[in-house]
């Protein structure tokens, strides 16, 4: 069934979400930004009302979803009109649902597991939604919608959330950063970084279609201490790669060892 | 033109660029493992004749190719056959083409940036083949021969070949351990690593479409410092977490705030 939509933020969340929502058929009533022109871009793409501020949103939607920076959550929640009759939920994955005060409204939290960006469209149906509710009536409400947009949505209390999140960060933003020293290693030496594309594409399908702990290669799982001295060398003798870098393989190359001798 | 080859080896390396040869309508001559049965597996693949000791393989290959461990290279080197007329290349990423003895045959490296599995077949033709010879001769002969496997060979002296070795095991073995830290935080909360699969396939994807250093997310690039407490807290408390864990979480969030100040 159709839903009517207020959107709270004008970022890479809100915009995603805002038009998979859209395009499934719901209405977005409002958009939110405390920079009237950003609400009004989204807004645009989205057939809805743009507003900067929040007592002006309506009262009359069904739910409210805050896609703000984890630190201005708390500030939209205080501003919020107290007589919204829909849900409100965030969309982060590490601020706890206690973040809502009690018995003012119908609140939630519904996570999409996945990185956005504003210009890059996405299918909302393969990622995975955490769901978690204040009370079980909210949270059928939630899941329900949630369906409209995901085959994969799941219940996940505060914990579990704050769990995935710090997953994400391991495995994507800090493996996004290991790219970036990657590419640095090799411009040092006039390489191009496309140069282990494959390399990477290949490590990433396997670690994907198989356990990542039955996957790993390299010097370390070997204990090729051998290689790993001539590594380490290459990177502390080679002055254009920051200490803290040569810590990292070190640490990593520990991490790994140990991983093999884990019961 | 068909080559007449003779593999050293019947590992990863050995299986995967034996196969690529055969198909590619050269003619494997033998391969040499110290076990005849490893050797007897691989030639049958391969067409050829499995030999146990190197003082058998025959003298008139054009191309032999040393595909075993870094610490065996030095070895199989020394108990070479001394009269060959062909050309020695090694396949290691990080062993030095000042291994080979000078004027006793042609010799170079013929390295493959990809990470190998015996069972995986795997196509050559995207994989980078990295070149390196004792006289322009050789480099030519070795790099005409990778031309028939693959569409990307270049030049490329020992030093090179080993930041390419190195940014391979950032950006891949570690990256696969990044991988199974994610895996086991989940775990901990009875929640599957498949959840995060489709935020791992974005991440690679744009890391690949894009210079990595634009595509850094997550609350490091941003300084947002009250979800890094968060989750440094989330790490410290829990008691399954090792405490490397943790001290990799800060070390990377260090590295990912001075990526952006680099100039």
């Known amino acids: 069934m159709s839903k009517q939509i207020v959107i709270i933020g004008s970022g890479h969340v809100a915009t995603q979400l805002g038009l998979a929502l859209h395009h499934n058929g719901h209405r977005i009533q409002q958009v939110y930004s405390r920079q009237l022109p950003h609400a009004t871009a989204l807004a645009n793409l989205l057939d809805a009302e743009p507003v900067d501020q929040l007592q002006k949103l309506t009262e009359k939607a069904d739910f409210y979803f805050i896609c703000v920076?984890?630190?201005?959550?708390?500030?939209?929640?205080?501003?919020?009109?107290?007589?919204?009759?829909?849900?409100?939920?965030?969309?982060?994955?590490?601020?706890?649902?206690?973040?809502?005060?009690?018995?003012?409204?119908?609140?939630?939290?519904?996570?999409?597991?996945?990185?956005?960006?504003?210009?890059?469209?996405?299918?909302f149906e393969t990622i995975p939604l955490?769901?978690?509710?204040?009370?079980?009536?909210?949270?059928?409400?939630?899941?329900?919608?949630?369906?409209?947009?995901?085959?994969?949505?799941f219940d996940c209390d505060s914990t579990q959330r704050l769990s995935i999140h710090i997953a994400a960060v391991f495995a994507c933003n800090f493996t996004n950063h290991l790219y970036v020293i990657a590419q640095r290693i090799l411009q040092d030496q006039q390489l191009d970084f496309e140069l282990i594309h494959p390399l990477i594409q290949e490590t990433t399908q396997k670690a994907l279609t198989n356990n990542p702990l039955d996957m790993q290669t390299g010097p370390a799982v070997r204990e090729d201490y051998s290689i790993i001295s001539k590594q380490q060398h290459f990177l502390t003798a080679n002055q254009s790669v920051d200490p803290k870098i040569a810590e990292l393989y070190d640490l990593l190359t520990e991490l790994i060892i140990k991983s093999k001798k884990r019961p």
Chains 1, 2 share one sequence.
């Open 130 to 153: 955490a769901i978690e509710a204040g009370d079980p009536e909210t949270t059928l409400a939630l899941k329900s919608l949630a369906q409209t947009l995901s085959q994969q949505v």
């Open 69 to 123: 920076t984890d630190q201005a959550i708390p500030t939209v929640i205080e501003h919020l009109p107290k007589q919204l009759k829909g849900i409100v939920a965030h969309t982060s994955g590490s601020t706890d649902m206690a973040v809502f005060p009690k018995e003012i409204y119908r609140y939630g939290v519904f996570y999409p597991v996945q990185t956005f960006n504003k210009s890059k469209a996405i299918s």
